[in-house]
């Protein structure tokens, strides 16, 4: 079964903390993406990523960098936590060539207090 | 600005009656579209998708139809199940050079609550 893998499902963090938050996949898929997603405002995009050690800035990039040093790991970043970035992050990836969507995963529901 | 939207934020319907999620976009490049559903507490799941050059697109109780001319998509789900109960994104894409997709665009979702 093929599966998009995120670290945790639950995190709590203080203001002011650097947040990983970690996400692998095992169907060698080439396109990987960060999405955030908050009532009333659907799915966000953070970051995209086509290739290892490329990124991509998406609509809201501000106060978050990634990383990818390998194929199947995307790694989300919160520099310094604010309590405005609480949040469910959700991590897809999919082929570079495609018409079947994103695959994602079951999301880190993230609290900054 | 929003280049999808999907205006109702819910819906709700009785269990073996149509249910109805509607789509709207503005940008007249796009020419791919796929439906997400996604339960509480777990990721999006892919559901069914549509290319610009069809105007309906069905499997099994799902029916996506697509009018270009106004820049609109629906899904139907007949008959409506309880289990249907969820957050359905639509979502669109341009197509590269090649037919693949491009990056999807997410509406902000509707909430469908199937009642028995």
């Known amino acids: 079964d093929v599966k998009v893998t995120q670290s945790s499902r639950y995190l709590v963090k203080r203001t002011g903390e650097k947040v990983f938050l970690e996400c692998v996949q095992d169907?060698?898929?080439?396109?990987m993406f960060w999405y955030r997603q908050d009532p009333g405002l659907g799915l966000r995009l953070i970051y995209f990523?086509?290739?290892?050690?490329?990124?991509e800035k998406g609509d809201i990039p501000e106060g978050y960098s990634v990383s990818r040093e390998k194929k199947e790991r995307f790694s989300l970043i919160l520099e310094s936590a604010s309590t405005n970035q609480t949040s469910m992050y959700l991590c897809?990836?999919?082929?570079?060539?495609?018409?079947?969507?994103?695959?994602f995963g079951s999301g880190t529901r993230l609290t900054v207090v | 600005d929003q280049q999808v939207k999907q205006n109702s934020p819910s819906l709700s319907v009785q269990e073996g009656r149509i249910s109805i999620l509607n789509c709207d976009y503005t940008?007249?490049?796009?020419?791919?579209f796929l439906w997400y559903k996604k339960y509480p507490a777990e990721g999006p799941t892919f559901l069914i998708s549509?290319?610009?050059?069809?105007d309906k697109n069905e499997d099994g109780r799902f029916t996506v139809f697509l009018n270009k001319s106004a820049k609109h998509l629906s899904l139907h789900i007949v008959p409506s199940q309880p289990g249907d109960s969820a957050v359905y994104f639509c979502?669109?894409?341009?197509?590269?050079?090649?037919?693949?997709?491009?990056?999807?665009?997410f509406g902000k979702g509707t909430k469908l609550s199937v009642k028995p």
């Open positions: 897809a990836s999919s082929l570079l060539y495609t018409l079947y969507g994103y695959t």
């Open positions: 169907m060698d898929h080439e396109n």
């Open positions: 990523s086509y290739d290892v050690k490329m990124k």
């Open positions: 940008n007249s490049m796009f020419d791919y």
């Open positions: 549509i290319s610009s050059i069809k």
């Open positions: 979502a669109a894409s341009v197509m590269n050079y090649g037919g693949s997709q491009g990056n999807l665009i």
